[in-house]
T-cell receptor, first 116, second 114 residues
Framework: DQQVKQNSPSLSVQEGRISILNCDYT??????FLWYKKYPAEGPTFLIS?????DKNEDGRFTVFLNKSAKHLSLHIVPSQPGDSAVYFC???????????????FGQGTILTVHP | DGGITQSPKYLFRKEGQNVTLSCEQN?????MYWYRQDPGQGLRLIYY???????QKGDIAEGYSVSREKKESFPLTVTSAQKNPTAFYLC?????????????FGPGTRLTVL
């Protein structure tokens, strides 16, 4: 059962335009969400995160939006640059009170290609 | 220069052999994790450790074993019992292992079993 889904395997965008990557989740216990960027044959690098008490978090060109009622989050990259071309993973975790541990559940990833 | 190192980057083994993947971090993080990535899939958690001398199974622990004798090291052994060991293996660490801690990843090891 895929609890975190990225339904678009790939996305192609022109340089300077907005990239919107989407992620849906099914587990209502998830309360912390992250986006990672990954280049081939490398480890993922952390981009941005959002707690379930917020609906938006912004860091430079990257903004993550969370819609809890729809169990949906999205990552906006504005403006997109060719160097943003990579695989983007969304991940979710859930608190469990004082004994929480950082177990992340990942989506399948979306390949973003930004054309010059 | 703090970070996570995994060695080797590429590893080839014959079927039926055990193999150990190395993961070292100098970030002074308490928690460490092992993930596996297969083509077209997200990362899946194999094992994690929140503190030295303690570790827990993740979602796909069968056929794997780990140890955590030192804070900075968390080696993963892929045993001959793992039915489909060829994959990209990623090690990560986080400060304390809480759900809001950012996990930082190593560069990965690609294991190919022939």
């Amino acid at each position: 059962d895929q609890q975190v889904k990225q339904n678009s395997p790939s996305l192609s965008v022109q340089e300077g335009r907005i990239s919107i990557l989407n992620c849906d989740y099914t587990n209502s216990m998830f309360d912390y969400f992250l986006w990672y960027k990954k280049y081939p044959a490398e480890g993922p690098t952390f981009l941005i995160s959002i707690s379930s008490i917020k609906d938006k978090n912004e860091d430079g060109r990257f903004t993550v939006f969370l819609n809890k009622s729809a169990k949906h989050l999205s990552l906006h990259i504005v403006p997109s640059q060719p160097g943003d071309s990579a695989v983007y993973f969304c991940a979710a975790s859930r608190g469990a009170g004082g004994t929480s541990y950082g177990k992340l559940t990942f989506g399948q990833g979306t390949i973003l290609t930004v054309h010059p | 220069d703090g970070g996570i190192t995994q060695s080797p980057k590429y590893l080839f083994r014959k079927e039926g052999q055990n193999v150990t993947l190395s993961c070292e971090q100098n970030l002074n993080h308490d928690a460490m994790y092992w993930y596996r990535q297969d083509p077209g899939q997200g990362l899946r958690l194999i094992y994690y450790s929140q503190i030295v001398n303690d570790f827990q199974k993740g979602d796909i622990a069968e056929g794997y074993s780990v140890s955590r004798e030192k804070k900075e090291s968390f080696p993963l052994t892929v045993t001959s019992a793992q039915k489909n060991p060829t994959a990209f293996y990623l090690c990560a660490s986080s400060e304390q292992g809480w759900d809001t801690d950012t996990q930082y990843f190593g560069p990965g090891t690609r294991l190919t079993v022939l």
